[in-house]
């Protein structure tokens, strides 16, 4: 049995025979299925230019397994590495244990020089971890709750949690403006300076945010220094939840970045609202504003998940991590900065398609 590894136009494979494989071999409906999410995820973002980078294997003359893949330039500490974000991976059963997931890795390894990838399942992660990835269990996750009355039937929460809220909680004054390119460009630019992040450049915001072919997203400038991005979830059963997918800028602006997205997920009569990031600094912001953690604070458990709603033990995420040089820096989380808008951890399930 022979395995051969590409990508699709290889194989004069159609992007329609990608999302019929995703249809037929996961469990269920995904929107890696559906051709329009599918070219804005996989052909239409800046760095593909019209080519599917999808990591796909042939056994048997039809396809044995497909990793979803985003080609995106990776900043480590200003340095400009060819990155790819890794989205869902999955090998029919037909075809599983016969050598294709550890073969396509190897053709990976080979064409990107860092790779991140999310969510990563129990059966995945061997395969991953034999070929020198590294594995982050836990991303840290904050909540702040605004709105008791219409969580409290989907949190598990001791009366400490509620106490500690109306206590601790403690907002900054912020002034924030409309995002533009050359100013988006420059917060970008000084940021990735000192940090692991795949890039920000105002091409990948515009494809990320403002051409997403489902979500509608706020993205904006706080105090002149810093970039924020959120969207507002109204498909949820019973309220209505905020989701912080990216803030990045002057560290000094964290608090008022943090402030503003709150504030503006109120005026928008949202009941809750997370942030999720791997970025220490911002964590410690967090932290310090009284931000429950969905990791350290026991007393408070929030859902993961909100299609349907459901909560989980940790109410956060993992991630996989490679490196081909400088895989210490990669690893230090004072620098790496991952969020939920990166390698597809803000896709939309079925249900949760809003626009």
Request: aromatic share 12%; charged share 20%.
């Amino acid at each position: 049995m022979s395995i051969s590894i590409g990508i699709p136009s290889d194989f004069n494979l159609s992007i329609s025979d990608i999302c019929n494989f995703y249809n037929d071999n996961w469990p269920r409906k995904i929107a890696l299925g559906d051709e329009r999410f599918y070219t804005w995820q996989f052909v239409d973002n800046p760095n593909n230019t019209g080519l599917d980078e999808c990591c796909v294997a042939i056994s048997d003359g039809e396809i044995a397994g497909v990793m979803g893949l985003n080609a995106r330039d990776f900043y480590i500490l200003g340095q400009k590495r060819l990155g790819a974000e890794l989205t869902t991976w999955v090998v029919s059963e037909k075809h599983r244990h016969k050598g294709s997931g550890p073969a396509m890795i190897n053709y990976l390894k080979e064409k990107y020089e860092v790779m991140i990838g999310m969510g990563i399942s129990q059966a995945a992660l061997p395969v991953y971890l034999r070929n020198g990835f590294r594995y982050i269990k836990a991303i840290p996750r904050h909540v702040h709750v605004i709105n008791w009355d219409n969580v409290s039937a989907y949190i598990e929460a001791t009366p400490l949690a509620k106490k500690y809220a109306k206590s601790q909680v403690k907002m900054s004054s912020f002034n924030d403006s409309p995002w533009q390119r050359e100013k988006g460009e420059e917060i970008f630019s000084l940021y990735c300076k000192n940090a692991s992040i795949f890039s920000r450049m105002p091409n990948d915001v515009v494809w990320r945010y403002d051409e997403n072919p489902y979500f509608n997203y706020h993205h904006y400038i706080v105090n002149d220094k810093c970039h924020v991005s959120l969207r507002i979830d109204r498909n949820i059963d019973g309220f209505v939840m905020a989701h912080c997918v990216d803030i990045f800028g002057d560290k000094s602006c964290f608090s008022a970045a943090i402030s503003s997205a709150i504030n503006y997920a109120m005026n928008e009569g949202a009941d809750a609202i997370d942030f999720f990031s791997t970025n220490a600094t911002l964590n410690a912001v967090l932290t310090e504003m009284g931000l429950f953690s969905t990791l350290d604070h026991e007393f408070f458990k929030f859902p993961h998940l909100f299609h349907p709603v459901e909560i989980r033990n940790p109410a956060t995420t993992s991630l996989i991590l490679w490196a081909k040089e400088d895989l210490h820096d990669l690893l230090d989380v004072s620098k790496l900065h991952v969020t939920k808008q990166d390698a597809d951890f803000d896709r939309p399930t079925i249900q949760g398609m809003n626009k």
